[in-house]
């Protein structure tokens, strides 16, 4: 009998974890966020319960300032797999102009976190899934792979549950909740070799294409609609340009790259200068910002 | 050999852990740049001045910058030509061992440094004994700090002596000795040019190397049973991970606990339909015929895994309250959640000697060899025999905290089923908890559970009106509420066994489904008293019930 390969392994370390939650929390979700790791981690939830649907719901947290090319995407892919696809928008930071330009970080406050918090609160969802990863930041490296929250959404980092081999304790009291990393364990490089050997289909911001950008604070944005306020003589320049994160159009960075097939982009990715989060422009502040956010109640 | 190894280090609070890991990604050119650059940034403010602290790369909390020292576990990714490595760094002071406790079951391998110039401590001891007791087979001891020894090869000789001694009274398996420096980069990825005499290979090479496969010794093949997948009524699949062994479609299995055999129809892996499939695989199974089988069974082929009603385990006590005997936890092992008891502490092991103690009770961070009894049997094994069947945690029933982990070290059998329905009508059934003995357990000071009766009844069937812990009247009606059956009972025989939909209330004595009288009187009353149901409300419980009508609590040893 051959090996698992390591793939494989990650692979059924993942839903087991999936299947786990399916069958002892009252109200699972999976956070959708429509980027590559969100599709794997889809891609996972399929697999895991073939030939049933997923026994859950999905979950999209809008900020209506994702890439259009996304949320065709995610509607797309809704439809085409039959799964359940919840979208939720903190109508009361729409109303307020809310928006990425002009609030900073208040933005990803009052439109990720907050309306997350909301949403989770308007279900009644107990458990959540989340396709966060180990590799991407130093406090996430800490993290178990089921992480609990109080009633207040926040996480305690210096007092985790212990979580032995496979026995994931899952019981929670009132108005607390879990959050569950499937892929904990996955690496940036696990990710995209398991989309290519599963032929999952990703967003095609992630290949490089000729896009109109203009460069701010040495980070490349795309002019993704007519919201994006030019400054000045400011014009946008046609680059070719690929997401390596995607999130919301103005806080993400594209680099330049002509990558457009994922041969290319797994070999652009290994050889890579950077990890990926430096092109997500909230994680660059302090140390330990994502601690601290996370604390708040940020997934 | 694996293409994955999960390893862990461990070692007390100045042996140097995170900073050979961290050289270990630096040497190996591993880092992103901007993480380099960041880790230069961050050493600014860390602890060896200007230098390059390689350990500032795994301490990720604010509270470890600050303490300087390791609280969690953290798990750090890096892939070689040969392998992909997941480290999991763990704490090394005795505060934080249920930390290194998580990191020791995640792993299949353990690198214990060791301080060249102080030698095995006690702090080795405990983390070597810890390591052993999560199922770890694999040891490295890494001899750290050389430079601080003048590389001295009688010095390296003389902890290797030690070393030897603590892995034969830890009975240890597969134990590798290094010596090396973390800070100075000797024998980490390559060989040290400072230790010509050592002849061994550098540690790196040897994590790229070493099999842990090699000495698999599980018999027949295993799955705990996660959940079963009904997409539609023609469809029902038992989804699991394969533990050990490997199956074929028309292989015959044993269902456990209920001991009923089938064939299997199909094997999926995955979303993919199969022939065989192996262990470590996750697989959807159907099989050829209707089986008793629900979360918590265990699907098995060629084995002898035991239904047990008692387990001795060896146990690490991780939750801030200490253990209380006698007390009722839930315990998860496999896929199945029961409560049990903690009846007994054999004795207490010092972690850091391996000390037998007599003690009263446990508190957190300590070992202890107990007793756990059971409420009702579990498909177990010892930890020796089938792991994955030999691990447990304890929770907290008020608190829901992880409060223990253990491994089972010798089981006790129970006969064979317990969760066959005791009354069955056709499709109708219900289960037989009336049948339940209650007594009072003279070694745990408490009351406990217990049932022998296995039958099945169906109407016309005479049951067992007496028991030692119940006595129940000629004429008696049984309502079932888990599984919504009412069962009449007429001169001591089966009269009908019917869902509640068709029963009336017949001024006969009616008791619950575990033997507790009901306090009705009027079809009115049984109307409000199912309107009212809430299995979960001792309220509901002390308005409408009453335990000691036909029931008492009999004397009994734990033997029972």
Redo the contacts between chains.
């Keep these: 009998m051959s090996e698992l390969s390591h793939l494989d392994e990650l692979e059924a370390e993942a839903i087991y974890i999936i299947r786990e939650v399916a069958a002892e929390c009252e109200r699972p979700v999976m956070l959708y966020s429509i980027g590559k790791d969100s599709s794997v981690m889809l891609h996972l939830a399929m697999k895991a319960f073939y030939p049933e649907k997923p026994p859950f719901p999905f979950l999209h947290i809008d900020t209506t300032w994702k890439f259009r090319d996304m949320i065709k995407f995610r509607d797309e892919t809704a439809k085409k797999l039959g799964i359940e696809m919840l979208v939720y928008t903190n109508e009361e930071g729409v109303r307020r102009g809310i928006n990425p330009f002009d609030h900073g970080a208040a933005y990803t406050d009052i439109m990720k976190t907050q309306a997350l918090r909301q949403a989770l609160t308007k279900y009644g969802f107990t458990a959540a899934f989340g396709g966060g990863r180990r590799d991407e930041e130093k406090s996430r490296a800490k993290e178990r792979i089921f992480s609990f929250r109080n009633s207040a959404q926040a996480w305690d980092p210096k007092n985790q549950r212990p979580e032995m081999w496979k026995l994931y304790n899952t019981k929670i009291n009132k108005g607390e909740s879990i959050r569950v990393f499937p892929i904990s364990n996955w690496t940036e490089k696990d990710i995209w070799q398991y989309i290519r050997r599963e032929n999952i289909e990703i967003v095609p911001l992630y290949f490089a294409a000729v896009r109109p950008v203009v460069e701010r604070d040495g980070t490349l944005i795309m002019v993704d609609d007519d919201r994006f306020p030019l400054k000045e003589g400011e014009k946008p320049e046609y680059k070719s340009v690929r997401f390596r994160t995607l999130g919301c159009y103005p806080l993400t960075g594209a680099m330049e790259s002509t990558a457009a097939t994922l041969d290319e982009i797994i070999e652009e990715t290994l050889s890579a200068v950077s990890s990926e989060r430096t092109s997500r422009v909230i994680d660059n502040e302090a140390a330990g910002s994502m601690e601290r956010r996370k604390r708040e109640g940020y997934f | 050999?694996?293409?994955?190894l999960k390893f862990i280090t461990c070692g007390s609070v100045d042996d140097g852990k995170s900073t050979l890991i961290g050289h270990i990604l630096y040497d190996a050119k591993l880092l992103?740049?901007?993480?380099e650059k960041a880790l230069a940034l961050?050493s600014k403010v860390g602890s060896r001045g200007g230098k390059i602290d390689y350990s500032l790369l795994?301490d990720?909390?604010?509270?470890e910058?600050e303490q300087g020292i390791t609280?969690?576990?953290?798990?750090?990714?890096f892939?070689t030509q040969k392998r992909?490595f997941?480290v999991a760094d763990t704490p090394g002071h005795e505060e934080y061992t249920?930390?290194m406790?998580?990191g020791a079951?995640?792993a299949d391998l353990a690198v214990i440094l060791v301080d060249a110039s102080q030698g095995v401590l006690v702090q080795t001891r405990r983390h070597a004994r810890i390591c052993s007791l999560?199922g770890i087979r694999y040891f490295v001891f890494a001899v750290n700090k050389m430079d601080l020894v003048g590389y001295s090869l009688s010095r390296f000789r003389e902890i290797e002596k030690q070393i030897e001694t603590l892995s034969k009274e830890l009975s240890l398996a597969n134990v590798k000795i290094i010596p090396l420096s973390a800070t100075e980069g000797d024998n980490v990825t390559v060989t040290s040019k400072n230790m010509d005499r050592y002849k061994g290979e550098p540690l790196l090479t040897y994590l790229e190397n070493v099999d842990i496969?090699e000495d698999e010794t599980e018999d027949g093949f295993y799955m705990p049973v996660?959940?079963v997948?009904?997409?539609d009524h023609t469809?029902r699949?038992f989804?699991?991970?394969i533990e050990s062994g490997?199956i074929y479609a028309g292989d015959e299995i044993t269902a456990l606990p209920s001991g009923e055999k089938a064939h299997i129809n199909t094997i999926?892996v995955?979303?993919r339909k199969v022939s065989e499939a192996?262990?470590?695989?996750?697989v959807?199974i159907t099989l050829d015929r209707e089986v008793d089988v629900s979360?918590g069974c265990v699907l098995t082929k060629d084995t002898d895994i035991p239904v047990c009603g008692r387990l001795r385990v060896s146990l690490l006590w991780?939750d801030d309250e200490p253990l209380v005997t006698g007390k009722e936890y839930?315990v998860?092992?496999g896929?199945k959640t029961i409560t049990g008891i903690l009846t007994k502490i054999h004795h207490a092991v010092d972690v850091n000697t391996g000390e037998k103690m007599a003690v009263q009770t446990l508190s957190k961070n300590g070992l202890a060899v107990c007793e756990i009894s059971l409420a009702e049997g579990i498909t177990a094994d010892t930890f020796k025999n089938h792991k994955?069947l030999g691990?447990?945690?304890l929770?907290d029933r008020v608190?829901?905290?992880?409060s223990a982990?253990g491994v089972v070290l010798e089981t006790k059998r129970q006969a064979q089923q317990t969760n066959k329905a005791s009354f069955v009508n056709g499709d109708i059934k219900a289960r037989g908890d009336i049948f339940e003995e209650f007594f009072y357990d003279t070694s745990s000071l408490s009351v406990l559970k217990y049932r022998s009766v296995h039958e099945t009844y169906t109407i016309g069937d005479t049951i067992p009106l007496t028991g030692e812990s119940y006595s129940y009247p000629e004429n008696f009606d049984i309502l079932v509420l888990r599984d919504n059956t009412a069962v009449t009972v007429r001169s001591g025989k089966i009269a009908q066994i019917i869902s509640f939909d068709e029963y009336t209330y017949t001024g006969v004595p009616v008791v619950n489904g575990r033997g507790f009288e009901i306090l009705v009187f009027s079809q009115e009353d049984v109307k409000r008293f199912f309107a009212e149901y809430d299995p979960e409300d001792p309220e509901f419980f002390r308005r409408h019930m009453k335990f000691d009508t036909y029931r008492k609590v009999a004397f009994s040893g734990s033997d029972k």
């Design positions: 050999m694996k293409g994955l992103y740049a901007d993480q961050d795994l990720g909390l604010m509270a910058r609280i969690d576990v953290a798990y750090r990714y892939t992909s997941i249920r930390n406790a998580v079951s995640f999560m496969d996660q959940r997948c009904r997409p469809f699949g989804q699991g991970q490997s999926y995955t979303d192996h262990r470590g695989q996750p959807t979360r991780m839930l998860k092992l896929t994955t691990e447990f945690i929770i608190t829901n905290m992880t982990c």
